[in-house]
T-cell receptor, first 110, second 114 residues
């Protein structure tokens, strides 16, 4: 099945730095979701986006629904150690399944 | 509201056996999706059930099957297990309506096939 292109694949950053990651697709989506997954656990929903151009924040997290509807971006400001984990994007079109990105592994160095 | 629950959390089976995994969605959610997660393949969609009917299906062999009950609880069955079926199996639920698709995951069932 289709997998979304997510980049970067991994990031090693200092505590306090900002983080940016993005997801691109060859298909147009109506919904973009961003998840964080800790080892051995299920992904936790962070942000949901429903309209092209939409910018939504959740605390230090900000995500945007790309204007072409084929991409999305997630930014984390002032990273802290508990931000460590794998971040996934997911795209959805009405009547179809969710497609997931390949994940971005984030390591925060104290 | 209680979150998505999955049972069992861990399972060890041998090749050739079959296994049934269970998922209870968030109260009020009518859609349940199943995913297989492995380090090499990432999150792969298995199938989605909505109001007891399979609504979408991924690209997995017929050994993988599922069903949904009238209370929205869902089960996934894998027959004739192979070593490659070792994975984290995740269930996710959503309201299932056309306008909003926030999907919430359970903790997963870690299946090891020996």
């Amino acid at each position: 099945g289709q997998q979304l292109n997510q980049s970067p694949q991994s990031m090693f950053i200092q505590e306090g730095e900002d983080v940016s990651m993005n997801c691109t697709s060859s298909s147009i989506f109506n919904t973009w979701l961003w998840y964080k997954q800790d080892p051995g656990e299920g992904p936790v929903l962070l942000i949901a986006l429903y309209k092209a151009g939409e910018l939504t924040s959740n605390g230090r997290l900000t995500a945007q629904f790309g204007i072409t509807r084929k991409d999305s971006f997630l930014n984390i400001s002032a990273s802290i150690p508990s931000d460590v984990g794998i971040y996934f994007c997911a795209g959805h079109e009405v009547g179809n399944q969710f497609y997931f990105g390949t994940g971005t592994s984030l390591t925060v160095i104290p | 509201k209680a979150g998505v629950t999955q049972t069992p959390r861990y399972l060890i089976k041998t090749r050739g056996q079959q296994v049934t995994l269970s998922c209870s969605p968030i109260s009020g959610h009518r859609s349940v999706s199943w995913y297989q997660q492995t380090p090499g393949q990432g999150l792969q969609f298995l199938f989605e059930y909505f109001s007891e009917t399979q609504r979408n299906k991924g690209n997995f062999p017929g050994r993988f099957s599922g069903r949904q009950f009238s209370n929205s609880r869902s089960e996934m069955n894998v027959s004739t297990l192979e070593l490659g079926d070792s994975a984290l199996y995740l269930c996710a639920s959503s309201e299932g309506g056309r306008d909003f698709y926030e999907q919430y995951f359970g903790p997963g069932t870690r299946l090891t096939v020996t």
